[in-house]
Nanobody, 119 residues
């Protein structure tokens, strides 16, 4: 059974920083799999934030986080990290860790972690 365990998140003021971590278990990575983050704010649809490919760590970001967020991964520990800087109130959301299988497009999700940015 694939499990994605997230940690980090919390509350911070505008301009602050937070880091998110996610570790996968029960999953064997294949070439071109992606691992990354999505978020969902209250009353809005879930949206893409950032991802990193495997085994070559190509990074992709949503325009609204470019220059502020940084994604990285630890292949040996099947983990992905999201460093969030210069946070804004509009970054407030539940952040979900995600794996997308390159073999069949299956998406795996973590349970989500809350990030709250106050003005």
């Amino acid at each position: 059974q694939v499990q994605l365990e997230e940690s980090g998140g919390g509350s911070v003021q505008t301009g602050g920083s937070l880091g998110l971590s996610c570790r996968a278990s029960g999953y064997t990575f294949n070439r071109n799999d992606n691992m990354g983050w999505y978020r969902q704010a209250p009353g809005k649809q879930r949206e893409f934030v950032a991802l990193v490919s495997w085994p070559v760590s190509n990074e992709y970001y949503a325009n609204f986080v470019k220059g502020r967020f940084s994604i990285s991964r630890d292949n040996a520990n099947k983990a992905v990290f999201l460093q969030m800087n210069s946070l804004k109130p509009e970054d407030t959301a539940v952040y979900y860790c995600n794996i997308r299988s390159a073999l069949n497009g299956t998406m795996y999700w973590g349970q989500g972690t809350q990030v709250t940015v106050s003005s």
